[in-house]
């Protein structure tokens, strides 16, 4: 069994990843730590913070310095939540892709032989709704969705 664990850096996805654990602990299972990195996210913070400041000279500059945080973030989520893994023997690996975040989970869940899908029911904006992502993927996505709460 393959189970894909979506990671956004939310404290959700995080009580998904944990969940995650208990599953492939019982059905021993491989998991996939996924994350997907959008440049459209780190432009809109770029564009939030120069008009907020006033000081929109260094926009580029910017955007890369937000991109490279978001890299380096996601990577340190997914780099102690493999040690977790590890600490629990579970077989464990982490991918980051760039890319829209909708298209490119529709695309690893489909060909990448998983038998479950696990995700968190809120995203990072944390709001009091099921978060966006699930709303787009949940019809598209063909192995089963567990949506941790």
Same mark, same amino acid.
């Given at each position: 069994?393959?189970?894909?664990?979506?990671?956004?850096?939310?404290?959700?996805? %995080?009580?998904?990843?944990?969940? +995650?654990?208990?599953?492939?602990?019982?059905?021993?299972?491989?998991? *996939?730590?996924?994350?997907?990195?959008?440049?459209?996210?780190?432009?809109?913070?770029?564009?939030?913070?120069?008009?907020?400041?006033?000081?929109?000279?260094?926009?580029?500059?910017?955007?890369?310095?937000?991109?490279?945080?978001?890299?380096?973030?996601? %990577?340190?989520?997914?780099?102690?939540?493999?040690?977790?893994?590890?600490?629990?023997?579970? %077989?464990?690996? +982490?991918?980051?892709?760039?890319?829209? *975040?909708?298209?490119?989970?529709?695309?690893? +869940?489909?060909?990448?032989?998983?038998?479950? *899908?696990?995700?968190?029911?809120?995203?990072?904006?944390?709001?009091?709704?099921?978060?966006?992502?699930?709303?787009?993927?949940?019809?598209?996505?063909?192995?089963?969705?567990?949506?941790?709460?």
């Amino acid at each position: 069994m393959k189970i894909l664990v979506l990671i956004d850096g939310s404290k959700w996805s %995080q009580k998904a990843a944990l969940h +995650a654990i208990e599953v492939a602990k019982r059905k021993n299972a491989e998991v *996939v730590l996924f994350s997907v990195l959008d440049i459209v996210e780190a432009k809109a913070m770029a564009f939030n913070f120069c008009t907020q400041s006033g000081i929109c000279a260094q926009l580029k500059d910017y955007e890369g310095r937000i991109w490279e945080d978001m890299h380096k973030d996601i %990577q340190d989520e997914q780099n102690s939540l493999l040690s977790r893994y590890k600490g629990e023997k579970i %077989q464990c690996s +982490a991918k980051v892709v760039e890319g829209r *975040v909708r298209d490119e989970v529709i695309r690893e +869940a489909n060909s990448g032989g998983y038998s479950l *899908v696990v995700m968190g029911t809120f995203g990072r904006s944390g709001k009091n709704r099921v978060s966006a992502l699930l709303e787009q993927i949940g019809g598209a996505v063909r192995p089963p969705l567990l949506v941790v709460r």
